[in-house]
């Protein structure tokens, strides 16, 4: 912005409004007890109308930045900054600096002051950081605050904890520690809470918490008989083997259908609660996780030979907490898989686990969701899939440490429900329900938002109609391969940092009267589940909360089939193994001639956002077709190292040659390939609201694979993709496109976000045979700008998966590629498991 002509009043402008922020803190200050007294305080700082701030400038000179809100359509940005007042004369002298020109004639201090439009002391209501308005400060809340222990020195929680018992305010019994943030909670009026401005207890940002809260669930009975007949045909797996740690509503332990699998391991994270399940909700979960839809065991007389077991952690009673000491999901959440971990070590040796939770925010219902901004829940699940330790105090869970590839852990977690579909909410034109756009309409709902977990939606193949008569002229809502009418989307996000769902799984149907106005969950559109108590053995259950339990399942499987497959790897599995139903497609993706049918931009929102990307199944990810070879790449890199200079910038990018049958791939010549990849790996996160750009950045390391174009030479490959890591920016959608994009279906600008990537290229066989190189490289992240002495030089695990199919002729591609790795031809299932650990990386390059 140039404001060289009325720089001095612009100048005298911004001084003012600090010198009276400061004068009305000291005022204040006055009225603080001596021991609670900070020394300094919090201003505010607009940025000028379309402009952005210098972070950096006010997060440096004894400065500290505490929030920022991102500019948007109705305001501009502006950021809170913490001023010691020692620190006043400095600020006030540098903005001042701006009234002079530099040896080349530009205003000194131009990042810092230019793009400033206001400085005021930063009251209570600045901080909130929501996207809803700041509820009414009269009002007595449950207020969710983050601190940022550097700004003190003293413990600003123990400092809440004081003033709070002597104001009378009620303080949660257990605050969180995520990264460099203390989050605790505390209920008052937002006047009353003014008084913390200035104390050691100010906070940095202001959120709405989310509280455990009653969940409901469809039930139907069966006979015992089945249940019985059943119970007599399982062969349960060994308490050593995979398991599906469920956190719900508990479980039925003596349950016929789940007590040799539980081994005994059901647990309660609520004080004074059994690991019983009052609800029921836990024991549908539970009975989905062991078996997928129960129906078909049921139903069939053979073996059941089950390959993997359950665990039970009760985050929820079913009924509503105690309004007086409520507990965040985040330390509930966090302080049950710490009780799962330890517990099942005091047993042995850890085995491989799978975190369920069917649980979601339901405080922002409607179309309000989640913004996809992180929150304390959402960032917590990021830091515990991360593999941060959790270790618990009296009065707070902290998730400490830099994170521990070989503590990470596999978090699936569900996109949300509609409750309460209405026929006044959607229709077409012709009067029909509509409940996709309802579906498009409703965001996702807090954790699902959370870069490291699985989040999964529901579709459904559901659409029997009872042959009771009540039932007569009904029809299914959705139709076969459809999204269910349960299950949220991320359609209406756009612009946000990651998509969701990854991928879904059968969530159930509802069935509509003629009439257009009578909807029915009926068990028969359901998926069959066990139940709570022995006059429900079975049950039925539906939405993302069936869908989450089933892909649990499904990631057990893989992990017991696959033994040395990473959390990483697996997750990465299911996504690189879903596939889009023809429903999900519309009218397909390719014309004959393999052009696609939709852009870009229109695939990520009409199929990507609403289905992830589609439904993974049990044949896919345990088996491999001759003509459909996946390749699992594990390893790892370091994505930032120091420079002679001392400064930090990217390190190691790999090359990872893939075994092309050749030969094969030229005979197909102009026969159309489709290759698909997946690279998936956990961030740290970092989720203060400092902004999403450089060392604000959310994700501490990003990583990008990029495949080297036909003729390309290695070392143009090196140069291009090494330019392009150089120059992205921090935000994912401003990937720099190259000519070769055009074969990818997303292609880089739309894939790169979250930590989880999937893309497909088509084309000519013959053109892809002069691909062969894959690399993974890294692309920045607040490690490498926040300049962290304990990050820098660490190194970040990763699975890369590689698919190759021919689907227009039956080539077998399999035994050439087997022959060049030199593994023995087996059967699908142990050679793939031999691919896994035989996939040549063939180099490490520093940059």
């Known amino acids: 912005m140039d404001r060289s002509a009325d720089r001095q009043g612009h100048v005298s402008r911004l001084v003012g409004g600090l010198e009276q922020a400061r004068d009305e803190a000291v005022d204040a200050r006055a009225e603080i007890p001596e021991p609670y007294r900070a020394d300094g305080f919090a201003v505010r700082v607009e940025a000028a109308a379309g402009h952005a701030l210098k972070l950096e400038a006010l997060d440096s000179s004894g400065l500290t930045l505490m929030s920022v809100h991102p500019r948007t359509d109705q305001r501009p940005e502006d950021a809170l900054v913490w001023v010691p007042y020692e620190k006043v004369g400095d600020l006030s002298r540098r903005i001042k600096q701006f009234t002079e020109d530099t040896d080349s004639g530009a205003p000194k201090q131009a990042s810092l002051v230019a793009n400033m439009e206001k400085v005021q002391r930063a009251l209570f209501e600045h901080l909130w950081q929501e996207a809803d308005p700041v509820p009414p400060l009269e009002e007595y809340l449950w207020w969710e605050l983050w601190f940022d222990p550097q700004i003190v020195e003293s413990d600003p929680v123990a400092a809440l904890r004081e003033l709070a018992s002597e104001h009378h305010w009620p303080v949660t019994e257990v605050a969180l520690a995520v990264g460099e943030r203390l989050v605790a909670h505390v209920h008052a009026s937002g006047e009353d809470l003014q008084a913390l401005m200035g104390t050691n207890a100010t906070p940095v940002e202001i959120r709405r918490p989310t509280f455990a809260q009653e969940l409901h669930s469809v039930d139907r009975s069966l006979q015992h008989e089945l ?200 229709r077409t034109p012709q009067g029909r329900l509509d409940h996709l756009t309802m579906c498009d309409l409703m965001r996702i709902e807090e954790p699902a938002q959370a870069h490291n977990i699985l989040t999964v939606g529901a579709f459904t193949e559901l659409t029997s109609v009872p042959e009771d008569p009540t039932f007569a002229g009904f029809r299914p809502l959705a139709a076969p391969g459809q999204l269910s009418p349960f299950s949220r989307t991320s359609v209406a996000l756009t612009g946000t940092p990651v998509v969701k769902p990854d991928i879904v799984m059968e969530g159930g149907n509802l069935l509509v009267d003629p009439g257009e106005i009578l909807l029915d969950p009926h ?65 397909g993706l390719y014309t004959k001639t393999g052009r696609p049918k939709l852009t870009k931009k229109e695939l990520m929102k009409q199929v990507i956002r609403r289905y992830g990307w589609g439904v993974p199944s049990a044949e896919r990810v345990l088996s491999s077709a001759a003509n459909a070879v996946t390749l699992i790449v594990q390893s790892q890199l370091i994505p930032f190292q120091r420079d002679s200079s001392g400064g930090v910038r990217l390190a190691e990018l790999q090359f990872h040659e893939l075994p092309w049958p050749l030969e094969q791939l030229r005979d197909l010549g102009a026969a159309t390939v489709a290759l698909r990849v997946t690279l998936s790996y956990f961030i740290e996160p970092n989720p203060g609201r400092l902004g999403m750009r450089g060392r604000y950045s959310y994700a501490s390391h990003r990583l990008r694979f990029a495949i080297r174009a036909p003729g390309e030479s290695v070392d143009g490959f090196e140069r291009r993709i090494t330019a392009q890591a150089e120059a992205e920016s921090d935000i994912p959608s401003h990937a720099k496109a190259f000519e070769g994009d055009k074969n990818w279906l997303v292609g880089p600008q739309n894939r790169n976000q979250g930590s989880l990537h999937t893309d497909v290229w088509h084309g000519s066989a013959a053109e892809l045979a002069d691909c062969g190189i894959l690399a993974v490289h890294p692309s920045g992240g607040w490690w490498k700008s926040h300049n962290r002495t304990d990050r820098v030089g660490r190194p970040v695990r990763y699975a890369l998966l590689v698919s190759l199919e021919t689907p227009e002729v039956d080539t077998d591609l399999y035994t050439p590629i087997a022959n060049q790795l030199q593994i023995p031809i087996l059967g699908a299932l142990a050679v793939r498991n031999e691919v896994n650990t035989h996939l040549p990386v063939q180099t490490e390059i520093g940059w």
């Open 523 to 587: 068990p028969v559109i359901s998926v069959t589940t066990t139940g709570k108590d022995s006059f429900r053995q079975i049950s039925s259950a539906n939405a993302t909360s069936a869908a989450t339990a089933q892909a649990a399942h499904l990631a057990a499987l893989a992990h017991a089939a696959y033994p040395g497959l990473s959390p990483e790897a697996v997750r990465g599995l299911l996504v690189h193994e879903a596939r889009w139903t023809p429903a999900m497609m519309g009218n």
């Open 227 to 426: 249940v019985d007949n059943l119970a007599e045909r399982i062969e349960a797996a060994p308490p050593d083997a995979p398991a599906v740690c469920v956190l719900d509503t508990g479980v039925n332990q003596e349950h016929p259908l789940l007590k040799t699998s539980l081994h005994g391991r059901a647990h309660s994270a609520l004080p004074r609660h059994t690991a019983a399940d009052r609800h029921g909700h836990g024991t549908e979960m539970t009975g989905i996780a062991l078996y997928g839809d129960l129906a078909g065991p049921l139903e069939s007389s053979d073996p059941v030979v089950l390959t993997h077991g359950l665990e039970s952690v009760k985050i929820l009673d079913g009924v509503t907490g105690d309004p007086a000491h409520p507990r965040t999901y985040a330390e509930v959440t966090a302080n049950a898989m710490a009780t799962a971990e330890i517990e099942a070590l005091s047993a042995g040796p850890p085995r491989a686990r799978v975190f369920s939770m069917a649980v979601t925010d339901q405080s922002r219902d409607g179309k309000n969701g989640v913004d996809g901004t992180p929150t304390l829940w959402s960032a917590a699940l990021d830091a515990l899939a991360a593999g941060t330790d959790v270790v618990a105090h009296d009065d707070r869970i902290e998730l400490i440490g830099a994170p521990d590839p070989d503590a990470s852990r596999l978090i699936v977690v569900s996109a949300g429900n509609i409750r309460g579909l209405e026929p006044r909410h959607v």
